[in-house]
């Protein structure tokens, strides 16, 4: 049974900074692409950031230049460096991910709150 879990959020001033990082377990597979999606209270779930096994990433354009996907194949890990943070990131993360190169089943972590406030 696949499973992923994320770790990393909090409580952060905006300005400041989290990392989060997502495990994912049960297959010796590769995972081909990793993600971060959030929802904020009220919003529909939106992408993040994705990264492909092969290193090619998408960022939402709300986070690029702040935030840094990345990812350790060999542990089917995957990461989200968030920097400069401001309230509206505020939301809780998902992590996603799918074994197959083209659209198939994907896999949830259970989320992670990320809370920027003074």
């Known amino acids: 049974q696949v499973q992923l879990v994320e770790s990393g959020g909090g409580l952060v001033q905006p300005g400041g900074s989290l990392r989060l990082s997502c495990a994912a377990s049960?297959?010796?597979?590769?995972?081909?692409?990793m993600g971060w999606y959030r929802q904020a209270p009220g919003k529909q779930r939106e992408l993040v950031a994705t990264?492909?096994?092969?290193?090619?990433?998408n960022y939402a354009d709300s986070v690029k230049g702040r935030f840094t996907i990345s990812r350790d194949n060999a542990k089917n890990t995957a990461y989200l460096q968030m920097n400069s943070l401001k309230p509206e990131d505020t939301a809780v993360y998902y992590c996603?991910?799918?074994?197959?190169?083209?659209?198939?089943?994907?896999?949830w972590g259970q989320g992670t709150q990320v809370t920027v406030s003074s």
């Open positions: 990264m492909i096994s092969g290193g090619s990433t």
């Open positions: 049960g297959s010796a597979r590769r995972m081909y692409v």
């Open positions: 996603n991910g799918r074994f197959s190169s083209v659209p198939g089943p994907e896999y």
